[in-house]
């Protein structure tokens, strides 16, 4: 074995210098990107899912401070390249992994306060340099060895792209396998190892390399994670008296956590008719948030939610199979099986939740999922849409929507796929002919999440020629409302049954075929009509002539625009502002502001620290002009492609770190190889202008075919699915990977002066794409997005024959 | 000898010269609170705006945010919980028709604010926390600002105060996703429960539950008047 490896280090000593420079840069885009989306997870714990695309951002300015740092010490640093790239890769070690121990020297960040405490915006400032110090160093030894090796400029880019894919894709597998907070540590050790690789004789090296592993050694002894916001779920429940969490792991869907508390009762908006304590059960958090209560299997009889809305379809009908969609941990399937269903179908993706129900909690959810009624569907509701082929279910029921008191906005940017017109038309289309969608929401003030469902379920009934409230109802109590969609007509015992339900348990119907006014407002009277007036509108009125007096955005989510639970425009933001006040808006929708703010914040501190330098050694009266369209169009065009499909591919794979790791990985690993493949083409302007008129075309042909695509791949197994995404991904990928080589190979023959600025501009565009893109997305939807990068790549087409010449 | 002891005075009268300022200044504050943000929103009752100029708000929240007290905001006080907005506490203080000797139960006493206005017209205010931090915190605030006549304890808010039932009015200023039935029998016939529904730093509506014999309404109150959220034609 020692042999082996005494032969393998002769062999590297030996290799030409290039070679050790590809093997490090390859190593250490492994580390880079392992440790990026490492980060990403430990602030969805800490914090909210937004941060995860501040973390993108920041690793990007990271990098792109380096290409301006690059441009001003150019000749210095070329001349030091061989101390300073290892160098550079033993500070990006150091730097990660004490970043988790810096960060907690920082004080308690909190996202919450962020709009209201001065403080916490010094923090988040901080907190800034530090995630981004080791992309700086380490996108400084990157950077520098594109400089000094241009003309290998292809193998060290494929090797940087082939690192990061694996990167990616390794980080996801290693969160099943290493505790996260053990995770920066792991990956700091792999960027001092790809130091080793290149590291120049002399004690000093040595020592530095020694002291580098003793702290990232350290670091794994000593881990520091993260305390999560005391405004999360968890946190609120970690108040209550004697409460303890029983069980703690990590995965790439999150850390799942289940506690135990005597005052933690369950009690959605329990009717007020009910006497008698409810019970206490424990409760499962996925990322601090909630994610279900754990009961395990009722008798049939009475069960906790009969006295809440969410047992009205069960009132009325007695539905034989039931599918709930996203369950979480089964109350919903417990309590369709306390009602006499025959067989329950539980959907839910969270594969590590599930397997930590049936693991640590045997004795009541482990009994739910071995309970012969019921059957266990690890997916992705869409995918069971699609590809469940059994009986047609008499009830489907959707996840519960919003939360006590509000969400406070912090859902705006989730892609829920499973709440989109399609979702619905699917679940209609699966219901048996006497079917019903059961949909309960939180009371929101103002109302959006009812209005939206209304009008989604409008769409739908009036796209089938039907008449919309014969086959709605819904009912209210004080905290929740339950919204049922029948595939027939309600009949007159039925509405007649809503009734009679409503009156026993003190809920006032809020949509029934003859409703009439008084009967809304019997026992939970809201301060005046309006709420009514705007349902009835909604539902049966003029919808478009709501919506444009309406502040908040209420339209149907679909497919290419999934976000649910956005509902703020831009042109509706001043009058929210005028409205609320700067102090109070956020908390309305803090994500779709966070986004916001972070989208500014991106432009302007890479402004500042890429762009404005890279102008002081000048325009040089326009010379650059080509340079700069060329380079911004391949970073615009190549991360509104990648930030684009990351958010499609939840639709086919089911989850958001799945899909982030598959996009990412395929994607760099394909530039890649589009980047190894370059070197035998000449970086003649028409080749490059045909390149990317490819790249455009493909994407424009995506647009135009993806929503096909995906109802086909979502219709195969998971595994069919992965290789013809990774087809759909890889063949752009791999033409775009060739476009920042060519360019940089065309600049290199006529004027090497402007390769470092190149850099710089195409981390400058990517970083703010990140941002823009996701604002993006959520604003005007998928295509569009994609429509913008299939428009970078033209700027590319129509800039390159001045690439590299004067203007 | 003179100029030891003029030093020795200096030293014992400067702090208590400052704090009278500060007092000074917190009541200006506290004036003009009422004035802007509380009367100007439409809240008249004497008794609710006698006892917002009263409490020292400032004694209820960290040191570090005194400055802040008596702006138009909620405040952090930690464990997730917040001081109320000055015109949310006002507003719930009059829902509940406040008068004197009126027998008042507070669920989640927090930083203990809510509490010290209801004990600017009752004697007979009983408040519960479920946090012991907060308990210990929320009690020493109105110790300290001489609110000798609240009875403060640590425990579960679900069970309500039996031995000092029914009240005439139950204020929930930590609300839970349900509304615990204790709470509905240990109201009077007759008595009003209000319990702000939202997020720590915006409260969405305020929930009235009226008791009448058996029968159990609930009401929502919007605070500011927000709806109907449309534009102007």
């Known amino acids: 074995m020692s042999g082996q490896l005494l032969k393998l280090f002769k062999a590297f000593s030996g290799a030409s210098p290039v070679f050790k420079v590809a093997a490090a ?9 392992g440790f990026q989306l490492v980060m990403m997870q430990m602030l969805s714990v800490a914090q909210w899912h937004h941060f995860a695309y501040m973390v993108i951002s920041m690793a990007m300015l990271g990098f792109g401070t380096a290409g301006t740092f690059l441009v001003l010490f150019k000749d210095r640093l070329k001349e030091n390249h061989r ?266 993706s969270n594969r590590h939740a599930l397997d930590v129900l049936k693991r640590e909690a045997s004795e009541t959810a482990g009994q739910l999922l071995n309970h012969p009624g019921l059957s266990l569907w690890k997916d992705h509701p869409r995918r069971f849409l699609s590809r469940y082929r059994g009986q047609n279910p008499d009830l ?138 705007q349902v009835d509108q909604v539902f049966s009125g003029d919808f478009d002539a709501f919506q444009n007096e309406y502040f908040f955005d209420i339209r149907p989510a679909t497919d290419n625009r999934p976000f649910f639970a956005a509902f703020v425009t831009p042109g509706s933001l001043s009058e929210l502002l005028d409205e609320y006040g700067i102090s109070q808006l956020p908390y309305v929708e803090l994500g779709f502001m966070l986004a916001f703010v972070t989208m500014f914040q991106i432009i ?179 295509s569009i997005v994609l429509l913008i990068a299939a428009g970078g790549y033209l700027i590319c087409a129509l800039s390159v024959k001045g690439l590299g010449n004067a203007a | 000898m003179l100029r030891k002891f003029f030093l020795l005075t200096l030293i014992i009268i400067l702090p208590i010269l400052s704090e009278a300022q500060d007092n000074d200044r917190f009541q200006q504050q506290r004036i003009q609170m009422v004035e802007n943000q509380i009367e100007a929103r439409g809240v008249s009752d004497e008794l609710t705006l006698n006892a917002m100029r009263n409490v020292p708000r400032h004694n209820f929240v960290r040191e570090r945010d005194q400055r802040r007290a008596y702006s138009d905001n909620p405040i952090p006080i930690g464990h997730g919980q917040t001081i109320s907005q000055p015109y949310i506490v006002a507003y719930m203080t009059e829902i509940i028709r406040p008068e004197e000797g009126m027998r008042v139960l507070e669920i989640g006493t927090g930083s203990g604010f809510q509490a010290a206005v209801l004990a600017e017209f009752t004697d007979e205010v009983y408040t519960i926390e479920i946090v012991p931090e907060l308990a210990g915190w929320g009690e020493g605030n109105l110790r300290k600002s001489g609110y000798e006549n609240v009875e403060v304890k640590h425990a579960d808010g679900y069970y309500g105060w039996e031995v000092h039932a029914p009240f005439d009015a139950i204020v929930v200023t930590a609300a839970a996703d349900h509304i615990p039935p204790p709470l509905i029998d240990q109201l009077k016939d007759g008595g009003r429960m209000i319990i702000p529904v939202g997020s720590p730093f915006q409260v969405q509506n305020l929930m009235l539950v009226e008791k009448s014999g058996r029968e159990v309404t609930s009401r929502s109150l919007m605070p500011v008047r927000f709806v109907p959220f449309t534009r102007a034609e």
């Not at chain 1, 840069?25 to 990107?33: D, F, G, I």
């Not at chain 1, 600049?747 to 090497?752: G, I, K, P, S, T």
Request: glycine letters at 8%; a negative charge.
């Open chain 1, 25 to 33: 840069l390859a190593l250490s885009s492994v580390a880079v990107l």
């Open chain 1, 604 to 782: 302007l501190v890479s402004l500042l620290l890429i762009l404005l330098p890279l102008m002081k050694i000048s325009w040089e009266k326009g010379k650059r002009r080509n340079t700069f369209f060329y380079f911004a169009g391949t970073g615009f065009g190549f991360m509104f492609f990648e930030i684009s499909l990351i958010q499609q591919f939840i639709l086919t794979l089911g989850q958001p770190v799945y899909s982030a790791a598959l996009v990412i990985s395929v994607i760099l690993i394909a530039s890649g190889a589009g980047s190894y493949y370059s070197k035998f083409l000449k970086p003649v302007s028409g080749n490059i202008r045909a390149l990317a008129c490819v790249i455009a075309g493909i994407i424009i042909t995506y647009i135009l075919m993806l929503s096909w695509v995906f109802s086909f791949i979502m219709n195969l197994h998971i595994a069919a699915g992965i290789f013809l995404a990774i087809v759909i991904l890889g063949i752009p990928a791999f033409f775009m990977g060739m476009m920042f080589p060519l360019g940089l190979r065309r600049l290199q023959q006529a004027d090497d002066s402007h390769i470092p600025w190149a850099c710089g501009i195409d981390s400058f565009m990517s970083v703010s794409a990140t941002a823009i893109a996701t604002m993006a997305a959520l604003l005007y939807g998928f």
């Open chain 1, 396 to 533: 489907i029921i959707t996840p519960v929507l919003g939360s006590f008191g509000g969400t406070s906005g912090v859902g705006s940017m989730d892609e829920r796929f499973e709440l989109t017109s399609q979702a619905f038309e699917k679940m209609w289309d699966r219901l048996s002919d006497e079917g019903i969608i059961a949909t309960t929401v939180w009371a929101d003030f103002p109302p959006r999440y009812v209005l939206k469902l209304l009008a989604t379920w409008r769409n739908l009934l009036e796209a089938k020629e039907l008449e919309p409230s014969d086959h709605v109802a819904a009912v209210r109590s004080w905290g929740t409302m339950t919204l049922i969609l029948s595939k027939s007509p309600f009949t007159k015992d039925e509405i007649s049954n809503i009734r009679e339900y409503s009156q026993i348990y003190g809920y006032d119907p809020l949509l029934l075929p003859d409703i009439e006014d008084h009967e809304r407002k019997r026992f939970n009277i809201p301060e005046d009509d309006s709420f009514f007036a």
């Open chain 1, 83 to 348: 101390t300073i790239i290892p160098a550079g890769f033993l500070l990006a070690s150091v730097s990660m992994a004490l970043s988790a121990w810096f960060a907690s020297r920082t004080g308690n960040f909190d996202v919450f306060l962020l709009f209201m405490d001065w403080e916490q915006v010094q923090r988040l400032l901080t907190l800034y340099l530090i995630w981004a110090l080791p992309f700086f160093f380490a996108g400084l030894s990157i950077t520098l060895a594109f400089f000094v090796y241009t003309k290998e400029i292809g193998s060290l880019y494929f090797a940087n792209m082939i690192g990061s894919g694996v990167g990616s894709g390794i980080s996801v597998l290693l969160l099943w396998v290493i505790p996260l907070e053990l995770m920066p540590g792991f990956f700091a050790l792999m960027m001092a190892a790809s130091a080793l690789i290149i590291l120049p004789p002399g004690r000093l090296f040595r020592s530095s390399f020694a002291l580098t592993v003793f702290i990232c050694i350290g670091s794994v002894f000593v881990p520091v994670l993260p305390e999560p916001s005391e405004y999360k779920d968890i946190s609120k429940a970690l108040n209550l008296p004697d409460a303890e969490i029983v069980h703690e792991s990590f995965s790439p869907y999150g850390k799942v956590q289940i506690l135990e508390a005597p005052a933690l009762r369950f009690a959605p908006s329990l009717s007020m008719t009910r006497i008698g304590e409810p019970p206490v059960y424990p409760v499962m958090y996925n990322n601090g948030h909630y994610f279900g209560t754990i009961s395990g299997v009722f008798e049939p009889g009475e069960h906790i939610l009969d006295y809440t809305t969410r047992s009205l379809p069960f009132e009325i009908r007695t539905p034989e199979l039931v599918a709930v969609l996203g369950a979480g941990t089964g109350m919903s399937a417990s309590h369709a099986l306390s009602k006499g269903a025959e067989r329950v179908i539980m959907v839910e």
